[in-house]
């Protein structure tokens, strides 16, 4: 039978466009209507034929899940990570289930904007809503960012290129993009800003020198030249809304939290002469959510360690790559993320040397190395829940296919009670339980 | 002849696109194995879009065909993915974070090793 699902939340980037038109028949994706590229990449690949795995041989469900149990039961240090492509339902059940074995949890952010949360942590961040953007934002500044080929929509949805009630489409709005590649969202913008590799915390400071009426040393910075800084300085004061939107660019070139610190710093300069806020450019789906499900749940947003049956918060020590780096975890449990195939090869190859459990709906590269793989149904087409966009806004996922596997969370929930079975859990003297009233 | 670059690595929509297709797949594996140089490099270099080059760091090497990109001269990008990642520190300077961007390279003709 053919059916069109009307207004979906893609669940690719962290645009979270929520407008999408599924076409199904006999339970399967034919066409996606009003997407992107990435969009309908996604959909049209949504049913993969995976088949639970030990050892790489096929199993049935029930039998992957105990020697998952198995695994993640015996670990002296498991860490849990992922969680950026699944719903905020199964955040918390990962959660729960990292409380209750004692494991380090960690989520994609700290391989993308992990450094700006950081940096919220140092600065402070005044934010808003995409809608304001669109509606207000007549300044709009995208560095180290390329939202043209990560966020495809951004533009034509929520800014750029988007009719809003106060500002009307591009002619009305001014657009500043600084990178060190001339990328194609740089070649639509009013003023590009080339910047030396690495350059990005020298400007940043030489802006919030010259937006502050002082001067700067020399004859520029960061591989601009001072006639650049100034005009960048004067079009970034004469807005009357301005947006700071940002992207790995900062996070993942030298300085990481420092280049997004001074960032958060000249947007909080900005506000002194108009109004400005900052989003971060949040890659994956859900990412946003994995962060508040942590902060909400354990007090920080991610690199959370439970050994002690409380949550220590230490990025550089409870991170993922770097656990995995030092071999401070003899087994890990990946849900809903590719670690083989985005870690540098040095980290990604630990998780084919201790016993890695993947949950994930796609035989990904990191489900080839583990020992035991649970295919899932994905958040948002096999299963419903909630997902935050980049700027903080929650979204109802559908379900949209009927697959043959349970959801994200449903997995995680089966394997905390397996392991709560198999092993004594620490989760009695669990403080945070107690703290929020649960604990028994 | 090798000459010293800036790698820089990122996404790019085929790459993105390529993530659902499937690693194995052939436009993922042919968009991550590439890598984007300045027409001037490739010109020193001797080598045409197209040709394959040797890219090395102080973390790994690996090989990578080349595309012209608008990248300045003394900067090299390689879509995200498996390969690039070889290429990659696992360092993270107490961030959590490793230097996908920003790390020194050094790229020469696949055929002079
Ligand atoms: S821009 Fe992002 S959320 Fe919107 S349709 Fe494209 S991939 Fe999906």
């Given at each position: 039978m053919a059916k069109v699902v009307k207004n979906v939340v893609c669940t690719f980037c962290g645009s979270l466009c929520d407008d999408l038109e599924i076409h199904i028949e006999n339970d399967n994706i034919t066409a996606v209507k009003k997407g992107c590229a990435l969009s309908r990449t996604k959909y049209l690949n949504a049913r993969e034929e995976v088949v639970p795995l030990v050892e790489g041989k096929e199993a049935s469900f029930s039998a992957a899940l105990e020697a998952a149990v198995e695994i993640l039961a015996h670990a002296r240090h498991l860490l849990v990570y992922g969680l950026s492509s699944t719903c905020s339902e199964a955040q918390a059940a990962a959660v729960a289930l990292a409380e209750t074995l004692g494991a380090s949890i960690d989520s994609t952010s700290s391989v993308c904007h992990g450094p700006g949360t950081l940096a919220k942590q140092l600065v402070g961040i005044p934010t808003c809503t995409l809608g304001e953007v669109k509606n207000r934002a007549d300044v709009l500044v995208f560095w180290g960012c390329n939202p043209v080929e990560a966020h495809p929509r951004h533009f034509a949805r929520y800014s750029v290129l988007a009719k809003g009630l106060k500002v009307g489409g591009r002619r009305e709005r001014k657009v500043v993009v600084a990178d060190v590649r001339k990328t194609a969202t740089a070649r639509g913008a009013d003023l590009f800003l080339q910047l030396e590799p690495n350059g990005d915390f020298e400007v940043l400071t030489a802006l919030r020198a010259l937006i502050n009426g002082k001067d700067i040393v020399g004859e520029g910075a960061g591989g601009l030249t001072r006639a650049q800084l100034e005009e960048c300085s004067r079009l970034l004061k004469e807005a009357s809304y301005g947006v700071f939107f940002f992207g790995m660019g900062l996070t993942m070139s030298r300085g990481t939290h420092y280049n997004v610190s001074q960032a958060l710093a000249l947007v909080r300069d900005l506000n002194k002469y108009t109004r400005y806020s900052v989003i971060p450019m949040r890659g994956h789906g859900n990412v946003a959510g994995s962060e508040n499900v942590l902060a909400w749940q354990t007090?920080?947003?991610?690199?959370?360690?439970?050994?002690?049956?409380y949550p220590r918060y230490n990025p550089g020590e409870f991170t993922a790559v770097d656990l995995l780096r030092r071999g401070d975890v003899d087994a890990a449990l990946v849900v809903a993320a590719d670690p083989a195939a985005t870690f540098p090869g040095r980290a990604a190859a630990v998780l084919g040397e201790i016993p890695t459990v993947v949950i994930d709906p796609h035989y990904s590269a990191t489900a080839k190395l583990a020992r035991v793989y649970l295919p899932s149904a994905a958040a948002g087409i096999g299963a419903a829940g909630t997902v935050y966009r980049m700027d903080m806004v929650p979204l109802p996922v559908k379900k949209l296919l009927n697959l043959p596997y349970p959801s994200d969370k449903e997995i995680l929930d089966m394997l905390r009670e397996g392991v709560k079975k198999c092993s004594g859990s620490r989760e009695a003297g669990s403080t945070t339980r107690k703290m929020a009233g649960t604990g028994k | 002849m090798k000459i010293e670059v800036v790698l820089i690595t990122g996404r790019t929509i085929k790459q993105g696109m390529g993530i659902y297709t499937g690693k194995d797949s052939v436009l993922y594996r042919q968009e991550t194995e590439t890598i984007e140089l300045n027409a001037a490099v490739l010109e020193g270099l001797g080598v045409e879009e197209g040709d394959r080059v040797l890219v090395k760091t102080a973390f790994g090497q690996g090989v990578f065909t080349c595309r012209k990109g608008e990248v300045p001269e003394n900067v090299a990008f390689i879509p995200y993915g498996l390969a690039g990642n070889s290429l990659i520190g696992a360092g993270t300077s107490g961030s959590g974070m490793p230097s996908y961007k920003g790390i020194t390279a050094v790229v020469g003709r696949y055929e002079d090793g």
């Amino acid at each position: 039978m053919a059916k069109v699902v009307k207004n979906v939340v893609c669940t690719f980037c962290g645009s979270l466009c929520d407008d999408l038109e599924i076409h199904i028949e006999n339970d399967n994706i034919t066409a996606v209507k009003k997407g992107c590229a990435l969009s309908r990449t996604k959909y049209l690949n949504a049913r993969e034929e995976v088949v639970p795995l030990v050892e790489g041989k096929e199993a049935s469900f029930s039998a992957a899940l105990e020697a998952a149990v198995e695994i993640l039961a015996h670990a002296r240090h498991l860490l849990v990570y992922g969680l950026s492509s699944t719903c905020s339902e199964a955040q918390a059940a990962a959660v729960a289930l990292a409380e209750t074995l004692g494991a380090s949890i960690d989520s994609t952010s700290s391989v993308c904007h992990g450094p700006g949360t950081l940096a919220k942590q140092l600065v402070g961040i005044p934010t808003c809503t995409l809608g304001e953007v669109k509606n207000r934002a007549d300044v709009l500044v995208f560095w180290g960012c390329n939202p043209v080929e990560a966020h495809p929509r951004h533009f034509a949805r929520y800014s750029v290129l988007a009719k809003g009630l106060k500002v009307g489409g591009r002619r009305e709005r001014k657009v500043v993009v600084a990178d060190v590649r001339k990328t194609a969202t740089a070649r639509g913008a009013d003023l590009f800003l080339q910047l030396e590799p690495n350059g990005d915390f020298e400007v940043l400071t030489a802006l919030r020198a010259l937006i502050n009426g002082k001067d700067i040393v020399g004859e520029g910075a960061g591989g601009l030249t001072r006639a650049q800084l100034e005009e960048c300085s004067r079009l970034l004061k004469e807005a009357s809304y301005g947006v700071f939107f940002f992207g790995m660019g900062l996070t993942m070139s030298r300085g990481t939290h420092y280049n997004v610190s001074q960032a958060l710093a000249l947007v909080r300069d900005l506000n002194k002469y108009t109004r400005y806020s900052v989003i971060p450019m949040r890659g994956h789906g859900n990412v946003a959510g994995s962060e508040n499900v942590l902060a909400w749940q354990t007090g920080y947003p991610f690199a959370v360690n439970f050994s002690r049956g409380y949550p220590r918060y230490n990025p550089g020590e409870f991170t993922a790559v770097d656990l995995l780096r030092r071999g401070d975890v003899d087994a890990a449990l990946v849900v809903a993320a590719d670690p083989a195939a985005t870690f540098p090869g040095r980290a990604a190859a630990v998780l084919g040397e201790i016993p890695t459990v993947v949950i994930d709906p796609h035989y990904s590269a990191t489900a080839k190395l583990a020992r035991v793989y649970l295919p899932s149904a994905a958040a948002g087409i096999g299963a419903a829940g909630t997902v935050y966009r980049m700027d903080m806004v929650p979204l109802p996922v559908k379900k949209l296919l009927n697959l043959p596997y349970p959801s994200d969370k449903e997995i995680l929930d089966m394997l905390r009670e397996g392991v709560k079975k198999c092993s004594g859990s620490r989760e009695a003297g669990s403080t945070t339980r107690k703290m929020a009233g649960t604990g028994k | 002849m090798k000459i010293e670059v800036v790698l820089i690595t990122g996404r790019t929509i085929k790459q993105g696109m390529g993530i659902y297709t499937g690693k194995d797949s052939v436009l993922y594996r042919q968009e991550t194995e590439t890598i984007e140089l300045n027409a001037a490099v490739l010109e020193g270099l001797g080598v045409e879009e197209g040709d394959r080059v040797l890219v090395k760091t102080a973390f790994g090497q690996g090989v990578f065909t080349c595309r012209k990109g608008e990248v300045p001269e003394n900067v090299a990008f390689i879509p995200y993915g498996l390969a690039g990642n070889s290429l990659i520190g696992a360092g993270t300077s107490g961030s959590g974070m490793p230097s996908y961007k920003g790390i020194t390279a050094v790229v020469g003709r696949y055929e002079d090793g």
